[in-house]
Each structure stands twice: as C-alpha cells, then as structure tokens.
C-alpha cells in the first residue's frame, strides 16, 4: 500500500507539481482539441496549432496572475 501512494504522489507532483490552475487549463485545452478533432471538418494541423497557443496561453496567464499576487 505504502508503495501505491507514492507511486501515486510521485505522478501527482510531476503532471500538477506546484500550480494545479496550469495542469487543468492544460486538461481542458486538450479536451477542447480532442472534441475540435472529433466533431468537425477543420484540419487537424490548425487544430494542433490552436492547442499549442492554448496551452502557451494558460501559461502565460498563470505566470502574469503568480506575478500580479506577489507583487
């Protein structure tokens, strides 16, 4: 059991590690992704393109919100 929880810890620190906003922003946009791919006629190349600006973006807002906090 002890082995279980800290296989479980180590993935836990490792996909949300210190800011759990960015892991979600980044499950949520690759939802949006997977259901663009899915359900419409669009390119997958600007599909994969939107979910890379996607992902930049919620870091970026992130890093601008950590910035505006501590200041």
Known sequence: MRFLRGFGRFW???IVGDDWRIAAGVVVV???GA???ANTTVSDTAIAGLTALGIVIVAM???VAS???NA
Do not use: C, E, K
């Open 12 to 14: 836990w620190d490792f």
């Open 30 to 32: 690759l939802t949006a």
């Open 61 to 63: 807002a992130s890093i």
């Open 35 to 37: 259901l663009l791919v």
């Open 67 to 69: 910035g505006r906090h």
